[in-house]
């Protein structure tokens, strides 16, 4: 294994040759593109983020997660809004020094429904990011990303020009397609979160490779009833302990750099979960309201309550 003092080596080097032969300036447009401070003709991918932040601020339990999960929030909307007001460079200081707060988290543990290392990785793009828009040095700005690399590679990735990822995936091993799942058949394995998924949602069947028949649509109520005939019938692999995910489990299935609203692309694993649809039912009641329950919506990858009389997709898990 590669020591981590070497591997940012690695990475520094790489940026070093890239602003030697002039090519880094040009590359780093997809990171202003993403983080939506140049013209883009689909959505930035920092949106699905803000979503995310947003969401979990509502649902945030201490006053810690809500410091920082408000923090990067703002930090991303002065950067963006720095790029269209003549007040360009006080936005900017202001988003760097949330994104400096930010990045000096603890590595471990979570925030939200982030970890604190993925909130480490986006710090940094953003301290990239607001160096940019400063005209700072170009090695500041490559040193900033070989720390959002480093945090985070699978994050990062997402940001930078595409023609990079090769590259990292050598020097660090991480960028391996679809790395949280390891499928069998109907099944996908995520060892990561400790899951297993069924490939097709209830109504369906797995034939051929694929998800054979029309997803059924049912009530929240009804959910849990035809999970467990479902399992009554013999469930699927040999297992009859399917249930209805929690919300946050569901939640582990939006892949933000999958989707693409513009184009139809849902934001979840598309070769793990092929013909996907839209909204599916979590297991996860409201506190306050008998009538809802939470469920998530693919189509743009986000999590929000919906009336449990409504018909919406199942998708059945297990834990390893």
Request: net charge negative; glycine share 6%; with cysteine.
């Amino acid at each position: 294994m590669i020591e981590s003092n070497q591997v940012m080596v690695d990475i520094q080097n790489f940026f070093d040759t890239e602003i030697s032969s002039r090519k880094f300036r040009y590359k780093i447009r997809f990171l202003c593109q993403e983080l939506g401070l140049s013209s883009n003709e689909r959505q930035p991918k920092i949106n699905a983020y803000l979503i995310r932040l947003n969401e979990d601020l509502i649902q945030a339990v201490t006053r810690q997660e809500q410091q920082r999960l408000s923090m990067l929030n703002s930090a991303f909307r002065q950067l963006k809004d720095s790029s269209r007001t003549q007040a360009k460079r006080e936005l900017v200081s202001a988003a760097l020094s949330g994104f400096y707060s930010l990045s000096t988290i603890p590595e471990h543990g979570n925030t939200g429904s982030f970890s604190n290392k993925v909130l480490r990785s986006l710090a940094f793009l953003g301290q990239a990011a607001a160096y940019l828009e400063l005209e700072d040095a170009d090695e500041l700005v490559a040193e900033k990303l070989a720390l959002a690399i480093y945090e985070d590679p699978k994050t990062a990735a997402q940001f930078l020009d595409p023609s990079y990822f090769d590259y990292f995936k050598q020097t660090l091993g991480l960028f391996v397609e679809d790395q949280q799942f390891t499928v069998s058949g109907g099944i996908a394995t995520d060892t990561k979160n400790g899951l297993i998924w069924l490939r097709f949602a209830l109504g369906q069947e797995w034939r051929h490779d694929l998800n054979q028949g029309r997803l059924a649509r049912y009530t929240w109520r009804e959910a849990f009833a035809e999970t467990e005939i479902f399992n009554g019938q013999g469930g699927y692999d040999g297992h009859t302990d399917w249930r209805l995910p929690t919300i946050e489990e569901l939640k582990t299935l939006i892949d933000l750099k999958e989707g693409d609203a513009r184009k139809s692309i849902h934001f979840i694993n598309n070769r793990v979960f092929p013909r996907n649809y839209d909204l599916f039912w979590s297991s996860s009641s409201s506190s306050y309201n008998d009538n809802v329950a939470w469920i998530v919506d693919f189509v743009n990858g986000s999590a929000f309550y919906g009336n449990i009389n409504y018909g919406y997709g199942v998708r059945l898990v297990r834990s390893i």
